[in-house]
């Protein structure tokens, strides 16, 4: 998705429009389009996205993740071992030096184990990152369905032509 | 002499009516080949990567699964329709929802681009996790993402009579050690994992395996696999 044009301009103007960008005092680090997604009802377990972008020249390492309307969040990173799909549990994510790590559908996400109430479609979600040697930092993430997920524009206007 | 020849001629006719009706056979016996060949394997196009078709397709066995109403589900459900069959867990926070996400916008595509292919095919998410996915967990869960999608899961014995003769497997694992816990039995640890298999599985309508297809399972993907997996075959 990333690698064609339209859906980064779409991004971009989301990102815009209603996502925020949380930086560290100093400037170091900061988290970009974090979000959370939608997770059936009664689920045990959801996932958050972001991306982490270290502006600093040494490398930095997210140490634990928490958040207060979940009981547990952990960082995870889905791969695949011999045709399987497999989940691993990240003790600590490093970020290169002016670089960044992205936290996507399919590769790392934040864990978010057990609601302490139910959430729904449009929520926000607080999701504080401690990393090595800082103070924590604090994002909130929206709840929303991921991009596969949203219907078409135009899809019943379509429908009805077909028909 | 007129006379003689003209006898010869007669005499040769036969002959020659003989070579051309010899030659018209081996024509069309050719064609037939030919075109026997072009439905069949040897000039089949090849799979897009990522992509792995069962030839000649794979008859499953017969099975005992209860689906997300509770219901029997049994090989019988996979008759008449064919069906994208891919498997997973519900506490699988990442790969399971993307891949279903990715499977109900494919199906909304078809439904607008082809939706008589639409019409006869049905999406399957089988749950390799019974012991926490009960029917009301997995109808949460399936139903989320659409409607019409089936969800099913049953004892690990029914379960291998579906994942074996497919060539999908998976594994109770520990979470912090990702050791394996004994088959088939409930993991003593509380949020243990599963490894499962990543892909999807295309299912005939005459409950035949035909295709299996490796991640990434992208709406986009998965309506153009499938629609060249369907064409080879309606």
């Known amino acids: ?163 | 002499m007129p006379h003689v020849k003209l006898a010869t001629a007669q005499r040769r006719r036969p002959h020659l009516n003989r070579f051309v009706w010899l030659g018209l056979g081996l024509i069309a016996a050719a064609l037939a080949a030919a075109y026997w060949f072009y439905r069949h394997e040897s000039v089949r196009p090849p799979d897009p990567p990522g992509v792995q078709s069962v030839i000649p397709p794979e008859k499953l066995p017969t099975f005992s699964l209860v689906d997300q109403h509770g219901r029997a589900f049994t090989r019988t459900q996979l008759l008449g329709k064919w069906t994208i069959m891919f498997f997973g867990y519900t506490h699988c926070p990442d790969f399971c929802p993307t891949t279903l996400a990715g499977l109900n916008s494919a199906y909304h595509r078809l439904e607008r681009q082809a939706p008589k292919l639409a019409a006869s095919t049905q999406v399957l998410f089988v749950s390799v996790d019974p012991f926490r996915d009960t029917p009301p967990i997995l109808r949460d869960f399936v139903s989320h993402f659409n409607k019409d999608f089936l969800g099913a899961t049953g004892p690990a014995a029914q379960l291998h009579r579906l994942t074996d003769p497919l060539g999908a497997s998976y594994d109770y694992t520990d979470a912090d050690s990702h050791d394996l816990f004994p088959d088939d039995k409930r993991p003593t640890q509380k949020d243990y994992v599963v490894d499962h298999s990543s892909g999807l599985y295309i299912v005939d309508d005459k409950a035949r395996l035909v295709t299996w297809v490796l991640p990434p399972h992208t709406a986009h993907r998965i309506v153009s696999v499938y629609e060249h997996i369907r064409s080879q075959y309606d």
Request: charged residues 20%; proline residues 7%; aromatic residues 6%.
């Open chain 1, 1 to 163: 998705m990333t690698n064609r044009g339209w859906p980064k301009v779409l991004g971009l103007l989301a990102g815009i429009m209603f996502i925020q960008s949380v930086a560290w005092a100093d400037g170091s680090i900061s988290i970009e389009n974090p979000w959370v997604r939608d997770a059936p009802p009664h689920a045990e377990m959801s996932a958050g996205y972001l991306t982490i972008l270290n502006h600093s020249g040494k490398t930095q390492t997210l140490t634990s993740v928490s958040s207060p309307q979940f009981q547990k969040v952990e960082a995870h990173k889905t791969v695949m071992v011999n045709g399987q799909v497999r989940m691993l549990r990240e003790d600590k994510v490093t970020v290169p030096a002016h670089g960044s790590v992205e936290f996507k559908p399919g590769g790392y996400h934040l864990m978010l184990i057990h609601p302490l109430h139910e959430l729904k479609l449009g929520d926000r979600v607080e999701i504080h990152l401690q990393f090595k040697g800082t103070q924590p930092l604090t994002v909130d993430a929206q709840i929303r369905e991921a991009a596969e997920e949203m219907p078409p524009h135009g899809m019943h206007k379509m429908h009805d032509m077909n028909m």
